[in-house]
């Protein structure tokens, strides 16, 4: 299965700021999932990236906060805009594994907004 | 909206123990997978089942996909310290492309 390289593994950002969070894999992937999960909780996805065409977003998440790039089948990164303390969270970013049976997901990036 | 539900929110037991955990739909998944997730990692793929009925067993660990593909249970027997973790549930219905997550179950096994 792809290895995923996901930092910065954490970061403590004052409000306001913008943060973006980098994946690289180690292989050539479709599409590449952003999730986040807040303390305590589950996965909510925010965005498909795919290669060459603009990201999808899900209910409740818009690109001016999540800005998104994908430039090449191997990397993406994840932008969060005028951070603010509810943006504290877990984010990671995911690919389909091999013949699609489940996810890879990154190590995670421990943001706190202070 | 496709939503999983887990049972239990949390769990605490001592090492040796066997356990099991659930997780429930209302719908139908075209394959559901577990995952477990220790602190400070991304979620690690345990199992993916397709077929209602499944049963699969990875060392002390057996899944199981009910008949009608709505709920699944996680079975581990002498549970060890390093069973120690959130374990998710998810599921990919026959439409879409994504994953629905369920909200967790945290096992700590304690020595």
Not at chain 1, 20 to 26: A, G, L, S, W
Not at chain 1, 76 to 100: H, K, Q
Not at chain 2, 2 to 8: A, D, M, V
């Amino acid at each position: 299965s792809a290895v995923i390289s996901q930092k910065p593994s954490r970061d403590i950002c004052q409000r306001g700021t913008s943060l973006t969070i980098q994946c690289q894999v180690d292989s050539q992937v479709t599409m590449m999932f952003w999730y986040r999960q807040q303390p305590g909780q589950s996965l909510t996805l925010i965005a498909t990236a795919n290669q060459g065409s603009e990201a999808t977003y899900e209910s409740g998440f818009v690109i001016d906060k999540f800005p998104i790039s994908r430039p090449n089948l191997t990397f993406s990164t994840l932008t969060v805009s005028n951070m603010s303390p509810e943006d504290s969270s877990i984010y990671l970013c995911s690919v389909d594994s091999d013949r699609g049976g489940g996810y890879t997901f990154g190590s995670g990036t421990r943001l706190t907004v202070v | 909206t496709q939503l999983l539900e887990q049972s239990p929110q949390f769990l605490s037991i001592q090492e040796g123990e066997n356990l099991t955990v659930y997780c429930n739909s209302s719908s139908v998944f075209s394959s559901l997978q577990w995952y477990r997730q220790e602190p400070g990692e991304g979620p690690v793929l345990l199992v993916t089942v397709v077929t209602g009925g499944e049963v699969k067993k990875l060392k002390r660990l057996t899944f199981q996909f009910g008949d009608a593909r709505k709920d699944s249970s996680l079975h581990i027997t002498a549970a060890q310290p390093g069973d120690t973790g959130l374990y998710l549930c998810a599921g990919r219905d026959n439409y879409g492309q994504n994953f629905v997550f369920g909200p967790g179950t945290r096992l700590s096994v304690l020595p």
